[in-house]
């Protein structure tokens, strides 16, 4: 599938655009009747982030409108599943919808820690279930794949949503580059189509992260189990669907990075600089992606 100025314009142009505008909108919407009323007792809002705390809705949403819209654009595949694979776009949408749901219920300990980790690990289970090949030679054999994969998803957006980085711009960075090397790995693995799909992300979440910055609110915080869900289920699809010799830790390393940018960032105490926490919240994501693409490149040097 040969590059085109068609791709770039829709793959990237059309999420990104889609996206900022459609959240400047809900942004201001949600500053006329939301902010106001919550900035007081608002607890995430800190000196260290600089940023009003945005809301599942007004990121996720847009993130996927913008995705939507290139995935159209391109015809990446139909909107009626039938493979295994088509169920994509149902289970990013049922992200979506769970995450922005649970984000109005508001940030009490019982939410957070409770109704939140609940909800997200029944999007990962049913996700799984929908986008599970149950071919006879899949490899790992299907039950122990599905909880592998399924127990990952819950554990990376669990983690990424509770952690205090979530809503500040290292992490978007850590976002980013991950949606980067997602798409580098399912291009490397021979699936031009499915790499197409995972570089909507990318598109729309800068677009997402710009619109934030501008308007002096949250990057990319609300994002966690949405892009999860999706980068998950394109690296899923990309494995079960390739030829290549690309490793399989290839696969998993990526998302690997988030999960570990979130525990660190919940380990480290406030007192540390601003500059040397973003340094090690995106390095700890930069490397376990970095070595994923390489590990990826070197194996298939030899097809």
């Known amino acids: 599938m040969p590059f085109s100025w068609n791709d770039l314009l829709w793959g990237l142009a059309a999420p990104l655009l889609t996206a900022a505008?459609?959240?400047c909108v809900l942004?201001?919407?949600?500053?006329?009747f939301f902010d106001d009323a919550k900035n007081d007792s608002d607890s995430t809002r800190t000196t260290s982030t600089l940023t009003t705390p945005a809301s599942?809705?007004?990121?996720?949403?847009?993130?996927?409108?913008g995705a939507a819209v290139g995935y159209f654009m391109l015809n990446l595949g139909p909107w009626v599943p039938d493979a295994h694979y088509e169920w994509l776009p149902i289970g990013i949408a049922i992200a979506m919808l769970t995450a922005s749901a649970v984000g109005l219920l508001g940030k009490s300990a019982l939410i957070r820690f409770g109704i939140l980790p609940i909800t997200y690990g029944t999007v990962a289970a049913v996700a799984g279930y929908l986008l599970m090949p149950t071919w006879d030679d899949l490899a790992p054999p299907y039950v122990p794949y599905l909880l592998c994969w399924c127990v990952g998803v819950a554990a990376v957006s669990i983690a990424s949503e509770l952690s205090p980085e979530s809503s500040r711009w290292p992490f978007a960075i850590v976002w980013l580059g991950t949606c980067l090397a997602i798409a580098a790995i399912v291009a490397i693995s021979e699936s031009l189509r499915f790499a197409q799909v995972a570089g909507l992300t990318f598109g729309a979440s800068l677009g997402l992260a710009v619109t934030g910055l501008i308007l002096g609110r949250s990057l990319l915080g609300g994002t966690g189990l949405t892009l999860t869900t999706y980068l998950s289920g394109i690296l899923l699809i990309a494995h079960v669907n390739s030829w290549s010799n690309v490793p399989?830790?290839?696969y998993w390393l990526p998302l690997a990075g988030p999960f570990l940018a979130a525990v660190l960032g919940g380990l480290l105490p406030e007192k540390v600089s601003p500059s040397v926490r973003a340094t090690m919240v995106i390095l700890a994501a930069a490397i376990p992606?970095?070595?994923a693409v390489i590990l990826g490149i070197v194996a298939t040097l030899s097809e």
């Open 248 to 250: 399989m830790i290839s």
């Open 21 to 23: 505008g459609l959240r």
């Open 27 to 32: 942004a201001l919407i949600s500053q006329r």
């Open 289 to 291: 992606s970095t070595i």
């Open 56 to 65: 599942a809705l007004e990121t996720s949403l847009p993130l996927v409108v």
